[in-house]
């Protein structure tokens, strides 16, 4: 039997979130909001994760497989870590790195510095006339 594991450690700088399949819905199954503390860090990971992140200008690193977040606001960095298979939708962020497998991340605006050192992933900024989810330029 697998145990959720959660673990939150919120003095406004730094936050653990370790998420299970029940964990992740909100009322009605709908996914749940998570956020990185203002200008903090959040650890974010699990499987199969569909969250929402609020990045507030802090620094947000994502470890998992077939995860799709979508990262919203401003990440001072945005770290995709030991991530397989996972698809990241940021707003914007200063800087993206990448050390993963198969991942792919679409910033939406801005020239983040991107440090791609996994295997065979993509960043790229998302189509200007994409509508919903962002395409990569291509």
């Given at each position: 039997m697998i145990f959720p594991l959660i673990v939150v450690v919120a003095a406004s700088i730094f936050a653990v979130y370790h998420l299970t399949q029940a964990a992740r819905s909100g009322p009605g199954g709908a996914p749940k909001t998570v956020s990185v503390p203002q200008g903090g860090t959040l650890n974010y990971g699990g499987q199969g994760a569909q969250e929402t992140i609020a990045c507030n200008d802090g620094e947000l690193n994502i470890t998992g497989t077939d995860m799709t977040p979508?990262?919203?606001?401003?990440?001072?960095?945005?770290?995709?870590?030991?991530?397989?298979?996972?698809?990241v939708t940021v707003d914007s962020a200063d800087e993206i790195n990448?050390?993963?497998?198969?991942?792919?991340?679409?910033?939406?605006s801005g020239s983040p510095q991107v440090n791609n050192q996994g295997i065979d992933n993509t960043v790229e900024q998302a189509s200007?006339?994409?509508?919903?989810?962002?395409?990569?330029k291509g």
């Amino acid at each position: 039997m697998i145990f959720p594991l959660i673990v939150v450690v919120a003095a406004s700088i730094f936050a653990v979130y370790h998420l299970t399949q029940a964990a992740r819905s909100g009322p009605g199954g709908a996914p749940k909001t998570v956020s990185v503390p203002q200008g903090g860090t959040l650890n974010y990971g699990g499987q199969g994760a569909q969250e929402t992140i609020a990045c507030n200008d802090g620094e947000l690193n994502i470890t998992g497989t077939d995860m799709t977040p979508t990262v919203t606001g401003h990440c001072a960095r945005l770290n995709v870590v030991d991530c397989t298979n996972c698809r990241v939708t940021v707003d914007s962020a200063d800087e993206i790195n990448v050390t993963g497998i198969h991942d792919v991340v679409i910033y939406n605006s801005g020239s983040p510095q991107v440090n791609n050192q996994g295997i065979d992933n993509t960043v790229e900024q998302a189509s200007e006339s994409a509508v919903g989810t962002p395409t990569p330029k291509g």
